[in-house]
């Protein structure tokens, strides 16, 4: 939500500010703005700074249209991406925002909920703001603190800033007076600098804006202020001391930000998982299967033994990720666990405390719903693990413990490969725990991990077959209702499935646990209405068999996903898509790589925008 890019440097500052506004557009917006300012200098016969904001609603490639009719010139810039809070989706409300005397700039990520307040205590005329904005409030709240002193007194007008606001921000401003300095200040929202060895100063609110002029980050804290310019960057706590950070380095690079001939990043990143699977057992599964995370779990039998449940909490694709790891978990641990949805997990009364084990799944790191779990569970002593994708991300940098995805950098908003990444951390943590606690034997732990090595092979076999599935998508993209059932493990699969066809094709599509359909969902069937089934082999194959035939009795058109050589279905299912055979319980690597090409198929052919579908964000920061 909100895309944010500061530059200093010798490029074209409108390019840069752009280019890293596109590597964002993954975040949802609705608008995008950048200001440039052009202080006067030798060469130049410009007598005073100008600053040049352009902006306006709609894509980035717009205000690149714009940029072209009118270029901006000057040596450091800011850009944003708005995705619409307080105020519609209008130019004037589009960032970048100055005070009301224009002396300074700014972009804001985040909400500020003491805004309404603010602007009765500045007691500015009403019909003196431009924008309906709190964005605007903050400019003007800054203009207020800082009398006009210079860069020192700058950074006690931020501080004085911070102590102020309410809510989560992340702010980088320019001041007209203070020239080739950027100030970011950051509160909930995230915000990341960096400096190449061409003496350019960056920052934005995540790496991929950054990537392509430095691998080597810092991640701010909350409270934390950067000053930014062509000598470097310094830093200063909330309470205005002076700080040294640490760099982080970002093993992503460039090349992996881009679609690599791909039509789409959804496409690719799909197509990645097979390799996303090898890099996320990689050192944790061995050649023989057996699991070890002690290079990066501090724990010990006795820690694993003090625990009396585990609590997985996540949001969207990532609960449905944990809730595939639940049932996994429950075969082989003899802990209570239970998975929640984290906009619910922190209003519950659940027993919560130093005998949990509390595992946070978030691809970004940045989920607000998921970060306020995480602090509730902390808070009441739960031992907080976090599974993510960004190493640096908030989320990471709050817990005890840490396991990555490695999956690379996820650009399409509807998550593919850090689902499969997720599925396959949360398989080698149940192993562990089962492992530590003794609950596991030698040779299942061997049986499960031999054959998780060999699934990115049976991956890559599915994605062979994606003409089936395209011409599976012709047959069924006009249809506007569909139903998604599976049992046990593959229920969630089932919601997975669910969930990328409404958010990339915006066609309604409901999931249930196939026994369940009988008691409700069956009214809708019709012919018009597809029953997506996933039934691979397992236990609870012939169940599931009894319910295609309940929607077949009903003439709704069946799509059944199953196991190859499965031929029970060829005369019960209008269509049938084999996937590999493997353990059952992990039959979940396998079916969800269909239900992502599938809808991916549909939504291109209704002409969806697929890596960027409306109102969605890649992270959503709001609670
Ligand atoms: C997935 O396709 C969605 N865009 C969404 O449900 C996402 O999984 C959810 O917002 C959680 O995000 P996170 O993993 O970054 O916390």
């Known amino acids: 939500m909100c895309g944010i890019v500061g530059y200093i440097g010798h490029r074209n500052v409108a390019d840069v500010l752009v280019k890293g506004l596109q590597?964002?557009?993954?975040?949802?917006?609705?608008?995008?703005?950048?200001?440039?300012?052009?202080?006067?200098?030798?060469?130049?016969?410009?007598?005073?700074?100008?600053?040049?904001?352009?902006?306006?609603?709609?894509?980035?490639?717009e205000l690149k249209s714009m940029l072209a009719a009118s270029p901006v010139s000057g040596r450091q810039g800011i850009g944003h991406t708005r995705w619409a809070t307080h105020g519609g989706v209008t130019e004037i409300n589009a960032h970048p925002h100055s005070d009301l005397s224009s002396r300074l700039v700014l972009v804001h990520n985040g909400i500020v909920e003491n805004y309404r307040e603010l602007r009765a205590e500045l007691s500015v005329p009403e019909e003196r703001y431009k924008s309906e904005t709190d964005t605007e409030v903050i400019a003007q709240l800054l203009s207020s603190l800082y009398a006009g002193g210079g860069a020192r007194e700058m950074i006690g007008a931020l501080v004085a800033l911070h102590?102020?606001?309410?809510?989560?921000?992340?702010?980088?401003?320019?001041?007209?007076?203070?020239?080739?300095?950027?100030?970011?200040?950051?509160?909930?929202?995230?915000?990341?600098?960096?400096?190449?060895?061409?003496?350019?100063?960056?920052?934005?609110?995540?790496?991929?804006?950054?990537l392509p002029y430095t691998q080597d980050v810092v991640y701010l804290d909350d409270g934390d202020i950067a000053e930014l310019s062509a000598e470097g960057m310094r830093f200063w706590s909330a309470a205005?001391?002076?700080?040294?950070?640490?760099?982080?380095?970002?093993?992503?690079?460039?090349?992996?930000?881009?679609?690599?001939?791909?039509?789409?990043?959804?496409?690719?990143?799909?197509?990645?998982?097979?390799?996303?699977?090898?890099?996320?057992?990689?050192?944790?599964?061995?050649?023989?299967?057996?699991?070890?995370?002690?290079?990066?779990?501090?724990?010990?039998?006795?820690?694993?033994?003090?625990?009396?449940?585990?609590h997985i909490v996540a949001c969207g694709t990532s609960y449905y990720a944990s809730l595939v790891a639940e049932r996994f978990l429950e075969t082989i641990t003899d802990l209570d666990i239970r998975v929640d949805v984290a906009s619910e997990y922190r209003y519950r009364n659940l027993p919560v405390g130093p005998d949990t084990l509390a595992v946070f799944v978030s691809q970004s790191g940045e989920t607000a719903d998921t970060l306020a779990a995480e602090r509730l569970a902390k808070a009441r002593g739960a031992r907080c693990l976090a599974v993510t994708n960004v190493i640096g991300s908030t989320l990471a940098r709050e817990v005890d413990d840490?396991?990555?995805?490695?999956?690379?950098?996820?650009?399409?908003?509807?998550?593919?490969?850090?689902?499969?990444?997720?599925?396959?951390?949360l398989y080698l943590l149940?192993?562990?725990?089962?492992?530590?606690?003794?609950?596991?034997?030698?040779?299942?732990?061997?049986?499960?991990?031999?054959?998780?090595?060999?699934?990115?092979?049976?991956?890559?076999?599915?994605?062979?077959?994606?003409?089936?599935?395209?011409?599976?998508?012709?047959?069924?993209?006009?249809?506007?209702?569909?139903?998604?059932?599976?049992?046990?493990?593959?229920?969630?699969?089932?919601?997975?499935?669910?969930?990328?066809?409404?958010?990339?094709?915006?066609?309604?599509?409901e999931a249930y646990a196939a026994g369940e359909m009988k008691h409700g969902p069956i009214a809708l069937l019709d012919p018009r209405v597809p029953v997506v089934v996933i039934t691979p082999q397992d236990d609870l194959h012939e169940k599931t068999f009894s319910n295609i035939l309940e929607a077949k009795a009903r003439k709704a058109p069946v799509i059944a996903i199953a196991s190859e050589g499965d031929r029970s279905l060829d005369s019960a299912a209008d269509n049938v898509f084999n996937v590999p055979t493997t353990l059952p319980v992990l039959?979940?690597?396998?079916?969800?790589?269909?239900?992502?090409?599938?809808?991916?198929?549909?939504?291109?052919?209704?002409?969806?925008?697929?890596?960027?579908?409306?109102?969605?964000?890649k992270s959503v920061t709001v609670e």
């Not at 840490?402 to 951390?425: D, S």
């Open 23 to 61: 590597s964002l557009e993954y975040r949802g917006y609705d608008s995008a703005g950048i200001a440039v300012i052009d202080y006067p200098d030798e060469e130049k016969s410009v007598q005073s700074p100008a600053v040049h904001i352009v902006k306006g609603v709609g894509k980035v490639a």
């Open 163 to 210: 102590g102020r606001l309410r809510g989560s921000f992340a702010l980088v401003i320019m001041v007209k007076d203070i020239p080739g300095k950027i100030y970011c200040l950051r509160k909930g929202s995230p915000l990341v600098v960096g400096f190449s060895e061409e003496g350019e100063a960056l920052c934005a609110s995540d790496v991929p804006a950054i």
């Open 240 to 310: 205005g001391e002076s700080l040294e950070k640490n760099e982080t380095h970002i093993d992503w690079d460039v090349s992996m930000v881009d679609k690599g001939g791909y039509s789409h990043y959804m496409l690719k990143e799909i197509n990645e998982q097979g390799a996303v699977l090898r890099s996320s057992m990689a050192r944790r599964l061995s050649g023989e299967g057996e699991v070890d995370l002690s290079a990066e779990l501090p724990w010990t039998k006795e820690d694993a033994l003090a625990w009396k449940r585990i």
């Open 402 to 425: 840490i396991l990555q995805l490695k999956a690379g950098p996820e650009i399409g908003v509807a998550a593919t490969k850090t689902f499969m990444g997720q599925m396959a951390v």
């Open 430 to 509: 149940s192993l562990y725990v089962g492992k530590l606690r003794g609950t596991l034997t030698e040779a299942y732990e061997k049986s499960v991990g031999g054959e998780l090595l060999l699934l990115p092979y049976k991956i890559e076999s599915i994605l062979q077959q994606q003409e089936l599935l395209y011409r599976l998508a012709i047959l069924h993209s006009d249809a506007r209702d569909f139903l998604f059932l599976g049992r046990g493990v593959s229920f969630p699969v089932a919601l997975e499935g669910a969930l990328k066809l409404k958010e990339i094709s915006y066609i309604h599509a």
């Open 587 to 617: 039959s979940p690597f396998l079916t969800v790589v269909p239900l992502q090409l599938f809808a991916f198929f549909v939504a291109k052919l209704l002409g969806c925008d697929i890596d960027q579908p409306r109102n969605l964000a």
